[in-house]
């Protein structure tokens, strides 16, 4: 396996469920990234961690709760959703030097349909 | 306020002429630039990137320009291929943040 995957690729929930979505990079980076994609909407930066650390939290209601057990996984919990959180979550990596100017590197995201 | 406009929302290109696709930024921090190309059903896929020091940077088929005093930067592909129909995206970035602020993409779509 190479690259970033991302599982499941589907999801649908009820807004009474927890459920988990779960990344992983082969790259070898440090910083990995949740982002989510609404309908014609920009790409909107989450959460990111570099070296298991948060770094930014870029308020997120705290019904999304990410972890970050290693520098290779990643993990966005998912409790109490409303609808409008219904979008693609896209995961993503990059080197994590910290001097900025990285590609970040994405995964195929998560397509998730709260009803 | 969005910091990072791609005003075209879609853009129809013949087979082998030359795609244009325009990004317009308004954070005078940026200093790193990047394109990305998505499919349906697939992550974006890294294209290519410029860093402000630079006005040019070429890749094969793909060149990206940066107009700092415009705050403006542009793709440019040729000769457009069908492969390349898809959503294209910038982003920006200052250094010393792991922060993207990306644009919302323009669909291309390159007619064989």
């Known amino acids: 396996e190479t690259g970033v995957t991302q599982t499941p690729r589907h999801l649908v929930m009820g807004m009474t469920n927890k459920k988990s979505l779960k990344c992983e990079q082969h790259?070898?980076?440090?910083?990995m990234y949740w982002y989510k994609q609404s309908a014609k909407k920009p790409l909107e930066l989450m959460f990111v961690?570099?070296?298991?650390?948060?770094?930014e939290n870029n308020s997120v209601p705290s019904r999304f709760s990410p972890e970050c057990p290693n520098s290779s996984h990643l993990f966005l919990h998912l409790h109490t959703l409303q609808p409008e959180d219904s979008a693609l979550y896209l995961c993503?990596?990059?080197?994590?030097?910290?001097?900025?100017?990285?590609?970040?590197?994405f995964g195929p995201g998560t397509r998730l349909l709260v009803l | 306020d969005q910091q990072v406009k791609q005003n075209s929302p879609s853009l129809s290109v013949q087979e082998g002429r030359i795609s244009i696709l325009n990004c317009d930024y308004t954070?005078?921090?940026?200093?790193?630039f990047l394109w990305y190309k998505k499919y349906p059903a697939e992550g974006p896929t890294f294209l290519i990137s410029?860093?402000?020091?630079?006005d040019k940077n070429e890749d094969g088929r793909f060149t990206v320009f940066l107009n700092k005093s415009a705050k403006h930067l542009s793709l440019h592909i040729v000769p457009s291929q069908p492969g390349d129909s898809a959503v294209y995206f910038c982003?920006?970035?200052?250094?010393?943040?792991?922060?993207?602020?990306f644009g919302t993409g323009t669909r291309l779509k390159v007619l064989a």
């Open positions: 410029i860093s402000s020091i630079k």
């Open positions: 954070n005078s921090m940026f200093d790193y």
């Open positions: 982003a920006a970035s200052t250094s010393g943040t792991y922060k993207y602020i």
């Open positions: 961690y570099n070296f298991k650390e948060q770094t």
């Open positions: 993503a990596s990059s080197h994590g030097s910290g001097r900025g100017q990285e590609t970040q590197y």
């Open positions: 790259l070898g980076h440090n910083a």
